[in-house]
T-cell receptor
Framework: NAGVTQTPKFRVLKTGQSMTLLCAQDMNHEYMYWYRQDPGMGLRLIHYSVGEGTTAKGEVPDGYNVSRLKKQNFLLGLESAAPSQTSVYFC??????????FGSGTRLTVV | AQTVTQSQPEMSVQEAETVTLSCTYDTSENNYYLFWYKQPPSRQMILVIRQEAYKQQNATENRFSVNFQKAAKSFSLKISDSQLGDTAMYFCAFYQGGSEKLVFGKGTKLTVNP
């Protein structure tokens, strides 16, 4: 999606491994979000940021950490991956009043 | 806390027909916004339509329109002349003015049959 880039698009991890998902936006937005999508559960907010250097917890923050060192980047880290973290992860940005612009998602499988 | 409910986990419709997806929400405030997102099999989340609560007129975007019933806290999406490319998950979302984030429903999976 134009303006929001997620990397990687796919990843398989072994239980206990760590990884970082990167979200980059060129829209100069303050707000950035990380969601996970699971069948029947909709989109659940993991963490979000309202500006460079700030982060806040969402609905399901356990097992994840985030950093927003630069305005355009929002990183999501898994320190010790678990099978329960198998999911599709979406990054989003925009002032929420206008609705989000989403990245294309990352499909993560933890085996 | 605001909640968004999509009561139809799955729906199907024949090509060229009209289908309506339901969404209800819960809030005690007056300043809010509502959205419908489409997620086709490609996984990309696409903003379909946006409604401002203070506007009486229902939002429309080509074949997509909403029926916004503020008193009933209902925000349904009508898709006219359904096409095969409308097959997707559809998410309803709510934004409370002054809040920092959207609240999403669990989604409705729509299948358009030829």
């Amino acid at each position: 999606n134009a303006g929001v880039t997620q990397t990687p698009k796919f990843r398989v991890l072994k239980t206990g491994q760590s990884m970082t998902l990167l979200c980059a936006q060129d829209m100069n937005h303050e707000y950035m979000y990380w969601y996970r999508q699971d069948p029947g559960m909709g989109l659940r907010l993991i963490h979000y940021s309202v500006g460079e250097g700030t982060t806040a917890k969402g609905e399901v923050p356990d097992g994840y950490n985030v950093s927003r060192l630069k305005k355009q980047n929002f990183l999501l880290g898994l320190e010790s991956a678990a099978p329960s973290q198998t999911s599709v992860y979406f990054c989003a940005t925009s002032p929420p009043v206008y609705g989000y612009t989403f990245g294309s998602g990352t499909r993560l499988t933890v085996v | 806390a605001q909640t968004v409910t999509q009561s139809q986990p799955e729906m199907s419709v024949q090509e060229a027909e009209t289908v309506t997806l339901s969404c209800t929400y819960d809030t005690s405030e007056n300043n809010y916004y509502l959205f419908w997102y489409k997620q086709p099999p490609s996984r990309q989340m696409i903003l379909v339509i946006r409604q401002e609560a203070y506007k009486q007129q229902n939002a429309t975007e080509n074949r997509f329109s909403v029926n916004f019933q503020k008193a009933a806290k209902s925000f349904s999406l009508k898709i006219s002349d359904s096409q095969l490319g409308d097959t997707a998950m559809y998410f309803c979302a709510f934004y409370q003015g002054g809040s920092e984030k959207l609240v999403f429903g669990k989604g409705t999976k729509l299948t358009v049959n030829p």
